[in-house]
């Protein structure tokens, strides 16, 4: 019988699942860098966001898409993991550690526009640890961290208001 129950499965950007167990331990999949192993497949962000929560684990399918690596088709890769394997090769992590970590939930790059030719992406994220500021906006223009653009993050109530604080960004030409 399995020492280890899974009850939930999020995704969070940057390459990690977090596993909240039945007895609600909170744990980061996979714990460790994965290129090197018989998981290196699950180092691609939407492989690895492609599992299904099966017989008490989680399971991996093949899908009919091709992205190659090395020779081989990252998608056409197979993996099982029983609650107890999950377990083993995660990591305890704590709410504080979560409350930050990003989800995007969709980003389309708008360019070119006026203000670049390449890179104009907007963006929607959540924060899915956190019941402060959880859902934000972003705008990146150029590329790379900290250039030109910016964000705005929303409480549940300053969204209810937000009607208000988008007309106030589009007057100011934000």
Same mark, same amino acid.
């Not at 990690?16 to 007895?23: A, D, Q």
């Not at 980061?28 to 998981?39: I, L, Q």
């Not at 497949?41 to 690596?69: C, H, N």
């Not at 993991?81 to 409350?99: C, H, I, R, T």
């Given at each position: 019988?399995? *020492?280890?129950?899974?009850?939930? %499965?999020?995704?969070?950007?940057?390459?990690?699942? !977090?596993?909240?167990?039945?007895?609600?331990?909170? @744990?980061?999949?996979?714990?460790?860098?994965?290129? /090197?192993?018989?998981?290196?497949?699950?180092?691609?962000?939407?492989?690895?966001?492609?599992?299904?929560?099966?017989?008490? /684990?989680?399971?991996?399918?093949? !899908?009919?898409?091709?992205?190659?690596?090395?020779?081989?088709?990252?998608?056409?890769?197979?993996?099982?993991?029983?609650?107890? *394997?999950?377990?083993?090769?995660?990591?305890? %992590?704590?709410?504080? *550690?979560?409350?930050?970590?990003?989800?995007? %939930?969709?980003?389309?790059? *708008?360019?070119?526009?006026? =203000?670049?030719?390449?890179?104009? %992406?907007?963006?929607?994220?959540?924060?899915?640890?956190?019941?402060?500021?959880?859902? !934000?906006?972003?705008?990146? !223009?150029?590329? /790379?961290?900290? =250039? @030109? /653009?910016?964000?705005?993050?929303?409480?549940?109530?300053? &969204?209810?208001?937000?009607?208000?604080?988008?007309?106030? &960004?589009?007057?100011?030409?934000?």
């Amino acid at each position: 019988m399995s *020492q280890h129950q899974l009850h939930k %499965v999020v995704p969070l950007d940057h390459f990690n699942l !977090i596993l909240e167990f039945e007895n609600g331990q909170l @744990r980061k999949f996979p714990k460790e860098r994965v290129g /090197g192993t018989d998981m290196w497949f699950l180092a691609f962000p939407m492989k690895l966001r492609s599992y299904l929560q099966k017989d008490g /684990g989680l399971v991996w399918e093949s !899908i009919d898409k091709t992205q190659m690596w090395g020779g081989q088709n990252v998608w056409e890769q197979k993996l099982s993991l029983s609650a107890d *394997q999950l377990f083993d090769v995660s990591e305890a %992590v704590s709410l504080p *550690q979560l409350e930050s970590c990003l989800l995007t %939930v969709g980003m389309e790059n *708008q360019a070119p526009t006026s =203000e670049d030719e390449k890179h104009h %992406v907007y963006c929607v994220s959540i924060r899915p640890f956190s019941c402060h500021k959880w859902l !934000i906006f972003s705008e990146s !223009i150029g590329g /790379g961290h900290g =250039e @030109r /653009g910016g964000s705005v993050s929303l409480s549940t109530l300053e &969204l209810s208001s937000f009607k208000t604080l988008a007309g106030a &960004l589009c007057v100011s030409g934000v």
